[in-house]
């Protein structure tokens, strides 16, 4: 069974505080994204990864940043959390697409809710 | 650019009523479109999806939903709701890159189903 999963489902930090979201996939793929998901928005990319130390920005970069240092793990990286931050958290996977076609789906965490106060 | 809307951020229906979750997007390319669903204090999970072919696309738990590029729509339809079907419904239209599919994801509809 595939599998997905985020460091914590429930985050508070203080504003300016330096925040960490871990996230590990179990399944091999190159691939991994961040998104945030909020109210009446939907999901929003935030950054994402197609191979080890290789990253691109997503649609909303500005404030984070990441790390990916082993091909199972990507790390979200809140230099200095501001209350907008304040969000649903999620990470996903998936293998790079085999070509026109055909879709690879991505496999996503359960979300780390993060509130900054 | 591409853009997914979703009629309606909140639908209720009654359990074994009709369940009808409207999407509508905009490509300038043949799409690829989706469905995905989120379960309460879960992670999205796919649905079902459309790349090509069939425009009649059946997914799991018995929903299904039809491509129809002359209205740009791909409405997800099951005949009788379960109140197991309660949840977070997302629409999407992927954007294939070189090396990912980039997903683009409607709002979201909150289905209820009442007993």
């Known amino acids: 069974d595939v599998k997905v999963t985020q460091s914590s489902r429930y985050l508070v930090k203080r504003t300016g505080e330096k925040v960490f979201l871990e996230c590990v996939q179990d399944?091999?793929?190159?691939?991994m994204f961040w998104y945030r998901q909020d109210p009446g928005l939907g999901l929003r990319l935030i950054y994402f990864?197609?191979?080890?130390?290789?990253?691109e920005k997503g649609d909303i970069p500005e404030g984070y940043s990441v790390s990916r240092e082993k091909k199972e793990r990507f790390s979200l990286i809140l230099e200095s959390a501001s209350t907008n931050q304040t969000s649903m958290y999620l990470c996903?996977?998936?293998?790079?697409?085999?070509?026109?076609?055909?879709?690879?789906?991505?496999?996503f965490g359960p979300g780390t809710r993060l509130t900054v106060t | 650019a591409q853009s997914v809307t979703q009629l309606g951020s909140h639908v209720s229906v009654s359990e074994g009523a009709l369940v009808l979750l409207r999407c509508n997007y905009s490509?300038?390319?043949?799409?690829?479109l989706f469905w995905y669903v989120q379960y309460p204090n879960q992670g999205l999970q796919l649905l079902l999806k459309?790349?090509?072919?069939?425009?009649l696309v059946k997914g799991i738990n018995g929903f299904e939903a039809e491509f129809k590029k002359s209205e740009t729509s791909f409405h997800l339809t099951k005949p009788s709701a379960h109140m197991s079907d309660a949840a977070e419904y997302f629409c999407?239209?992927?954007?294939?890159?070189?090396?990912?599919?980039?997903?683009?994801f409607g709002p979201g509809t909150s289905l209820s189903v009442i007993p």
């Open positions: 490509s300038s390319v043949p799409p690829y």
């Open positions: 399944m091999d793929h190159e691939n």
């Open positions: 996903a996977s998936s293998l790079p697409p085999p070509g026109q076609g055909s879709y690879y789906e991505q496999y």
């Open positions: 990864s197609y191979d080890v130390k290789m990253k």
């Open positions: 999407a239209v992927s954007e294939m890159k070189t090396s990912y599919d980039k997903v683009i």
């Open positions: 459309y790349t090509t072919g069939a425009t």
